[in-house]
């Protein structure tokens, strides 16, 4: 059964210290600022992230690295012009890195949520990233073993949920978050709407109520008019 909870502090009360924790979000894009504000102001540390880069600027990811909450990173893009935090900690030797190449990323997370042991990818085969592990050929292709991505927490936002959990997302704001979803022990999602009941068109759904815990409304900073058609159009992106 999925928990509508009232604030945000409520709804990351599940992280605790030594967590692995996936956030979802593609630099600003779709990243879960409220629920990671949050989780910084709830003291959880030697956090394990898995996200798409190392945080940036000074808020959201690049906050908890600052104030030394994590312990490791596994990402895709870990240095980018304003990922000074990171790049401290890390040249400090005050953090780990964990360096997956981002489509082997997305589908260990995606093999997590699906169940599935392991596959053989191309992606990494002869490179620095391919050290230690498992390679064979496959008709004439050498691949590297890459084994599922699973969390103990879920961060994910998203346009809408209706009662059941069922979530739509804007546009790319939808990246890592359906994937992330389903590979966590337990999903807690920020919405910008809250849906009645057949609100949503069920062929618009993206991440079934399944896999979604706990909801937090977070109604957009700038308020504008909800719903009708131009939502619509947004759900079908």
Not at 34 to 55: H, P
Not at 125 to 147: F, N, Q
């Amino acid at each position: 059964m999925v928990a509508f909870l009232d604030t945000a502090a409520e709804a990351v009360s599940v992280v605790g210290d030594g967590a692995t924790v996936m956030i979802g979000g593609f630099g600003g894009a779709g990243q879960p600022v409220e629920l990671i504000e949050a989780l910084l102001e709830s003291g959880a540390r030697d956090l394990v992230v898995v996200n798409n880069n190392a945080g940036n600027g000074d808020r959201g990811l690049a906050a908890l690295i600052r104030e030394r909450r994590v312990r490791k990173v596994v990402c895709s893009f870990p240095r980018q012009r304003d990922s000074h935090h990171f790049d401290a900690e890390y040249r400090a030797g005050r953090i780990e890195l964990e360096l997956v190449a981002q489509g082997n990323l997305a589908e260990r997370i995606r093999a997590a949520g699906a169940g599935i042991g392991g596959f053989f990818t191309p992606t990494g085969y002869g490179t620095l990233l391919a050290e230690g592990k498992e390679v064979r050929e496959i008709d004439g292709r050498h691949y590297v073993l890459e084994h599922p991505l699973r969390a103990d927490v879920a961060l994910v936002a998203a346009l809408a949920a209706d009662p059941m959990g069922n979530l739509v997302y804007r546009r790319t704001a939808r990246n890592f978050g359906p994937i992330m979803a389903a590979a966590a022990e337990t999903t807690v999602v920020q919405v910008r709407e809250l849906r009645t009941l057949g609100g949503i068109d069920p062929e618009h759904v993206v991440t079934p109520g399944l896999y979604v815990d706990r909801v937090v409304h977070v109604p957009p900073r700038n308020t504008a008019p909800t719903g009708g058609p131009a939502a619509d159009r947004e759900e079908g992106q």
